[in-house]
């Protein structure tokens, strides 16, 4: 009996199986078409159920999910199977900065999210990745090599960009500028957990959670230990196969778009 | 709509721009409200007015003033409409709730400016608002600083008159307004050439009062389980009375209620029984912004109250009864409109147990707090709100916004998450 979690994220579909234990997972790029990349990738796979999660969750609802949750919920799902005493879960994903606060059975108590800008976000990495000319993989591990660090003061994806241009043009060097960019971001990542009220356990998830750097200074502004998963990216999908497994929260209970 | 053309050129308005304007307005109109299930047959009557948004109404308003009455535009709860009325003047708000004029009011406004104050701004300087372009003059108020700078501009475009509302409620700050009022008056007297008479008075703010009690009663209409109306009609509703003629609306207000109190005699309702009920406070949420509402209610919950300048704090306060005089009347205004928990007051701490009255009145789940972005006296009070809430252990969701459309999916994953929460 095999049970799927499709997490339809802005920048990644993941997709995890799910039988006694996690069978399988796999991540591929969003694109332009994420419904048929989605159907692509189901094509052939049969399920028990299909529980879609992330910003593209409505178009499965419509098609082949039995079920659409918040990726808030998965993430809170995912986070607590992995680790029993999570109580605070922070995912960095592609556009969405969100963290969440757990009650000691792991519902979701309180949550934070991130207004309409991509500060504080995977986003604002890759943009900034680009503007000093490298792959985003890389850009944690550039700034963690810095000696020093240079100061970013706009939080805003777009000013910080030309922010970045001026510290170049004045002759900066990019892991200086790579770790003031972790620099502002943790900052702001931290402004919106410290308003939550984190509880330890704090599992670290998503995207995000990959950027070794981002890791660090996150860690020391919040003073507290962050945990992250093996593979951090899947822990959405593997909250929504959870759900499914589970048989669903409640049937029928979001409603389908109109 | 034909019809309509050459009195929008005597209004000059700018027809091309216009003409984008209506045809928007139809298909956005049929998919989230003619498209709800169950709707209370009542509603007709609102659609139609809807429907004649710029056509039915602004002809009344024009054959008015062809008749010698004048047209006083306003934004603002604060702004007496029974005073207005009492000039035989017409009251009307005006637009100030869409996207689509904000563009035009950026080429002149900073951009960092709450859309309410932009979108109204830019129906003037575009042309594309047949209220603003009929009024004879408009009156301003200084609830924020940003409406209070914008109305400097808009007076180099359309006479603007600016009354003052108090920042403290004080015997002082009352004092003040209600010498704004003396002042408010010997205007509409000036501009209409009508002596404001206690008799006037009386009249007129009966009519008033008649409409805010009809709204009343549909507020308490929604108090029921099922909830009658779903929140997106009853929030249009009150929008709807800021330019509607206030005899035939309290009427249609009225006969709606009717119809719901006999729902609720039978236990029919639009949503189900279990369907979380959320209130929503803050910021005004001027005709056509229906953004939230609509991701409330398409995720599957009810609004049941607005706690709100277009919701309850446009119709709560009841005048009181005094002895008729106009002094007495004055006072009595004085003090109904100083009733208002707007947050343009500090402290204003009575908002805050007005929420909780309707948290607990109305049944409610969860509080969503809206806040217009930039919209910097609501969006400080939000903090006071959630400590308050938290510790009657309702649950909030705090939603920043403006009118435009880029953040649905954003924010239907907080409406969903904040449902999934309150659900459990």
Redesign the interface.
Known sequence: MTYAGLDIGSRTIVLVELDEGLKDFVILDTGANPLQRCQALLDGRTYRSVVATGYGRQLAATTFATEVVTEIRAYAVGARHLYSDCRTVIDVGGQDCKVSLLSDTGEVRKFGMNDRCAAGTGRFLEVMARALEMDVGRLGDHGLSARRMAAINSLCTVFAESEVVSLIARGEDSPTIALGLHDAIATRIAGMVRRVGPRERVVFAGGGALNACLRKLLSQKLGVELTVPEQPQIVGALGAALIARNGGCRPNRISQPR | MADYRSMWTELNLDLEKHDALLQALPGMYE?IYL?QDNRPKAMAYFDFVIGEIHGLRVRELMDHKASGGKVVGLFCVFVPEDLILAAGAIPVGLCAGTQFSVPDAEEVLPRNTCALIKSSFGFKFGRTCPYVQASDFVIGETTCDGKKKMYEILAEYHPTYVMEVPQKKTPLGRELFLDELRGLKAKLEEETGVTITAERLTAAGALVEAKRRALRRLHNARKARPAPISGLDALLVTQIAFYDDVVRFTENVNALCDELEGRIATGEGVAPADAPRILVSGSPMAIPNWKLHRILE???AVVVGEESCTGTRYFSPALAANDGSLDAQLAAIADRQLETHCACFTPNDERIDDIRTLAGGWAVDGVVHYNL?FCHTFANEAVKVEKALAKDDIPLLRI??DYGD??M??L???V??????I??
């Open positions: 998919n498209s398409d995720s599957g972005q920043e916004t880029e953040d999916g954003q239907k994953t907080r969903d998450a904040f449902l999934e929460m659900r459990r």
